[in-house]
T-cell receptor, first 114, second 113 residues
Framework: KAGVTQTPRYLIKTRGQQVTLSCSPI?????VSWYQQTPGQGLQFLFE???????NKGNFPGRFSGRQFSNSRSEMNVSTLELGDSALYLC???FGTGTSYEQYFGPGTRLTVT | GENVEQHPSTLSVQEGDSAVIKCTYS??????FPWYKQELGKRPQLIID?????GEKKDQRIAVTLNKTAKHFSLHITETQPEDSAVYFC????????????FGTGTRLKVLA
């Protein structure tokens, strides 16, 4: 079974621009969560989607948004990029229901804002 | 709000010794506690997890213990090897409710040969 995939793997953007990142979950997984990873802050929860609905969100500004498609693929968008948005963005997938709680990560997208 | 504290932030041990990493969570509704290992430049990998109805779980050299009353859980690695060197993250989740995973800030483990 293929693992979680993310595209692109690397991105360089300029302040003020916007960016869209993509995540394809493990087949059969309907939940996708997004995290921002920085050296000082660890893994910060952005939001979680299940069956095209956002079920939960973390404490990030409205510039960070996401969506999920009917095939469970998810995208996150960051508008009006700031230097502080430079980070590794990880997505993770899980079944999101029932009693199987394991969450598996993708390789991440390294975003650099200049 | 929900919070997970993880200690220590760095840990150096001699090869063959044991390593212990501790986490404390704040949300009493948390019922699922996974541990992830992240090697440099790689994705976090799930290495072991425990649910709130279990006090201890072991998988070869790795074990996790949970004290629900104190809201503490710990990762124990015995007979450490150089390949155990990585950053380890704990997390707490209300996996059947909010589906929100809160992560600790990580422990950098160095196993000295």
């Amino acid at each position: 079974k293929a693992g979680v995939t993310q595209t692109p793997r690397y991105l360089i953007k300029t302040r003020g621009q916007q960016v869209t990142l993509s995540c394809s979950p493990i087949s059969g997984h309907r939940s996708v969560s997004w995290y921002q990873q920085t050296p000082g802050q660890g893994l910060q929860f952005l939001f979680e989607y299940f069956s095209e609905t956002q079920r939960n969100k973390g404490n990030f500004p409205g510039r960070f948004s996401g969506r999920q498609f009917s095939n469970s693929r998810s995208e996150m968008n960051v508008s009006t990029l700031e230097l502080g948005d430079s980070a590794l963005y990880l997505c993770a997938s899980s079944f999101g229901t029932g009693t199987s709680y394991e969450q598996y990560f993708g390789p991440g997208t390294r975003l650099t804002v200049t | 709000g929900e919070n997970v504290e993880q200690h220590p932030s760095t840990l150096s041990v001699q090869e063959g010794d044991s390593a212990v990493i501790k986490c404390t969570y704040s949300d009493s509704a948390s019922n699922y506690f996974p541990w992830y290992k992240q090697e440099l430049g790689k994705r976090p990998q799930l290495i072991i997890d425990i649910r709130s109805n279990v006090g201890e779980k072991k998988d070869q050299r790795i074990a996790v213990t949970l004290n629900k009353t104190a809201k503490h859980f710990s990762l124990h690695i015995t007979e450490t090897q150089p390949e155990d060197s990585a950053v380890y993250f704990c997390a707490a989740s209300n996996a059947s409710g909010t589906y929100k995973y809160i992560f600790g800030t990580g422990t950098r483990l160095k196993v000295l040969a």
